[in-house]
């Protein structure tokens, strides 16, 4: 079990907002998608694009690259080239701070 770090304030992620966070070495992506907050990896793990300067589509956040999108609850790519999933990461709210387990 991993240990929670405060990642951003959760009025900073207004519904389809994302942003980035580097905890602990950890590139980390925040997003609000249809009001629920995922934590993921941030970097695509096909061609190491920075997925924040991507966009949220559908079901996931697509690759600014070669815009594979990835599943927000599972990680799992959901078109091709991509084909490794993206860590996905616990996250929790107190007092309007998002938390993430690293």
Known sequence: MGKW?????????????????????????????????YATDRICTHAEADLSTGFLSGDGVRCPLHLSVFNLENGQPQNLPAEVALKIYNVKIDHNEIYVEV
Not at 10 to 34: A, H, P, R, W, Y
């Open 5 to 37: 770090v405060k990642a951003c304030a959760q009025d900073q992620l207004k519904n389809t907002d994302m942003c980035s966070v580097d905890i602990e070495e950890k590139k980390l992506l925040i997003t609000n998608f249809g009001g629920k907050i």
